[in-house]
């Protein structure tokens, strides 16, 4: 048997505490982790595709087996490239469950030999969302424990370069 791959997919803008946990336990599960950035335009991302690999890179730095990449199309197809035999998502509520469950079905419909598993987040981070964040700082509020302090700086500096 080779070496067992799986793909996190997701916007990570920015990347939060939840999903750097989401990495290192699923890095736990797997032979070789793909943090797989989308470049969704459509959902007019704060962070470059660059910035939040370079992000994400240095918050996995002590990670081996995560590689980091970007991608547009597919999530399937980008498991296909890789080998990879599972796709990994992060769930915080069960509205979350709900849109994920949909798309796992899609996904096997697509591919019936890539599994889908869901990890949830540490209790701590289990209400986070990318969104919240940039709005809360946005706004002046401390989510110093929520964020990577990496995150929190570029964070700031890119709201600043906004207004």
Known sequence: MGERVAVYPGTFDPPTNGHLDVMKRASKLFDKLIVAIAENPDKKPLFTVAERIK?????????????VV?????????????????IVRGIRTFSDYEYEFQMALTNRSLAPDIETIFIMPSEEFSFLSSSMVKQAVSLGGDLSQFIPQIVLRCLKQKLKQTK
């Open 55 to 67: 992000m994400i890179k240095e918050l996995t730095q002590n990670i081996p087996n995560v590689e």
């Open 70 to 86: 970007a991608f547009n199309g597919l999530t399937v197809e980008l498991c296909r490239r890789h080998n990879a035999v599972c």
